[in-house]
């Protein structure tokens, strides 16, 4: 396996920088600890909510300082491509809009409709295409080339910088926090958080959480390489990652305390929580901080712990089959 250099996180003055960028287009978002969500995790627990973004999840940073970059850096640059499940996809088309760039977004096949309607809106083409997500990515370089569009990367620091705003937010208006549980899919949410957390010269753990069925960031975090693993999760289309991306995976081992894996079912019972104590929709991999919470929850008697709720955008059909069970 070749040698992956591990590139530098952001500086401070980068990650404030970014943040005002961000704050031109996004208003901080809150974070709350809700006393029902407190008594059934048995701890304090801080909920960082990226469902309240202008798309309903956390991405949306990210894709304001890239294309803020790519006006400035590549002012010959008419569109983008991406691929995406959804939020990256719709980060990018809000975005683009905003800087006056064309958006093709790319995703595969039997991908969430009321996602892909969202970026219709935001002005993106949509293209469907392949079984996955890696299907999808790999046409997405085959259009670049073909159609002289800008490859827009699901992974990269600049994505990282903008990403890292929410965490910022976090960390200062919440107390301390002991841990933070963080989903990951491709990375840049959970890397955004170490860099923040690591400019403010803070000691807070940070936990990245996966779906079992699609766990290659878990086995590749205990190999110390990429291991594939087909994503075969039903709930969690933001984490249904089956390839670890290199250099975030280098990062994560680095930065993080552990990686662990929630079931889908699990993931559900997770998301009729985070409605039943808060009143909030979280899309499956949005739930999954609090499905590790609450895995574990005897490991975390007398702590104050973070949850970082990454997005809010489930189809309508699939959150009304997971409401119309009972909770445990």
Same mark, same amino acid.
């Given at each position: 396996?070749?040698?992956?250099?591990?590139?530098?996180?952001?500086?401070?003055?980068?990650?404030?920088?970014?943040?005002?960028?961000?704050?031109?287009?996004?208003?901080?978002?809150?974070?709350?600890?809700?006393?029902?969500?407190?008594?059934?995790?048995?701890?304090?627990?801080?909920?960082?909510?990226?469902?309240?973004?202008?798309?309903?999840?956390?991405?949306?940073?990210?894709?304001?300082?890239?294309?803020?970059?790519?006006?400035?850096?590549?002012?010959?640059?008419?569109?983008?491509?991406?691929? =995406? %499940?959804?939020?990256?996809?719709? #980060?990018?088309?809000?975005?683009?809009?905003?800087?006056?760039?064309? $958006?093709?977004? !790319? +995703?595969?096949?039997?991908?969430?409709?009321?996602?892909?309607?969202?970026?219709?809106?935001?002005?993106?083409?949509?293209?469907?295409?392949?079984?996955?997500?890696?299907?999808?990515?790999?046409?997405?370089?085959?259009?670049?080339?073909?159609?002289?569009?800008?490859?827009?990367?699901?992974?990269?620091?600049?994505?990282?910088?903008?990403?890292?705003?929410?965490?910022?937010?976090?960390?200062?208006?919440?107390?301390?926090?002991?841990?933070?549980?963080?989903?990951?899919?491709?990375?840049?949410?959970?890397?955004?958080?170490?860099?923040?957390?690591?400019?403010?010269?803070?000691? =807070? %753990?940070?936990?990245?959480?996966? #779906?079992?069925?699609?766990?290659?960031?878990?086995?590749?975090?205990? $190999?110390?390489? !990429? +291991?594939?693993?087909?994503?075969?999760?039903?709930?969690?289309?933001?984490?249904?990652?089956?390839?670890?991306?290199?250099?975030?995976?280098?990062?994560?081992?680095?930065?993080?305390?552990?990686?662990?894996?929630?079931?889908?079912?699990?993931?559900?019972?997770?998301?009729?929580?985070?409605?039943?104590?808060?009143?909030?929709?979280?899309?499956?991999?949005?739930?999954?901080?609090?499905?590790?919470?609450?895995?574990?929850?005897?490991?975390?008697?007398?702590?104050?712990?973070?949850?970082?709720?990454?997005?809010?955008?489930?189809?309508?059909?699939?959150?009304?089959?997971?409401?119309?069970?009972?909770?445990?």
């Amino acid at each position: 396996m070749p040698v992956v250099t591990i590139p530098t996180l952001p500086s401070f003055a980068e990650l404030e920088s970014a943040a005002q960028l961000v704050h031109r287009f996004v208003p901080p978002t809150p974070q709350y600890s809700w006393p029902l969500l407190n008594q059934r995790a048995g701890c304090e627990v801080w909920t960082k909510h990226e469902n309240h973004t202008p798309v309903g999840a956390f991405k949306i940073r990210g894709g304001i300082v890239y294309m803020d970059w790519l006006r400035r850096t590549h002012p010959e640059a008419k569109g983008v491509i991406s691929a =995406t %499940r959804g939020n990256h996809g719709q #980060s990018q088309a809000f975005a683009a809009r905003h800087f006056g760039l064309g $958006a093709v977004v !790319v +995703v595969p096949l039997g991908n969430s409709r009321e996602k892909n309607a969202a970026m219709r809106a935001l002005g993106a083409e949509l293209v469907e295409y392949g079984d996955d997500f890696h299907a999808a990515d790999h046409h997405a370089d085959e259009l670049a080339r073909e159609r002289a569009l800008f490859r827009m990367p699901s992974f990269d620091l600049l994505l990282v910088r903008g990403v890292a705003s929410y965490a910022l937010e976090f960390f200062r208006d919440a107390p301390p926090l002991d841990s933070v549980f963080v989903p990951v899919g491709w990375g840049s949410g959970a890397v955004g958080l170490a860099a923040a957390r690591n400019a403010l010269g803070l000691k =807070t %753990r940070i936990i990245g959480v996966v #779906s079992a069925s699609a766990p290659t960031y878990a086995l590749s975090f205990a $190999a110390g390489r !990429v +291991v594939e693993q087909k994503a075969a999760t039903r709930i969690a289309d933001g984490i249904a990652i089956s390839h670890a991306h290199e250099v975030s995976l280098e990062i994560l081992r680095r930065e993080l305390e552990r990686v662990v894996q929630v079931t889908d079912d699990e993931i559900e019972d997770a998301m009729r929580a985070i409605f039943t104590d808060t009143h909030n929709v979280a899309e499956g991999a949005g739930a999954a901080a609090v499905a590790a919470l609450l895995k574990d929850r005897q490991a975390w008697s007398g702590k104050r712990v973070g949850v970082v709720l990454s997005g809010g955008n489930v189809d309508r059909e699939a959150f009304a089959r997971v409401m119309a069970k009972e909770l445990p």
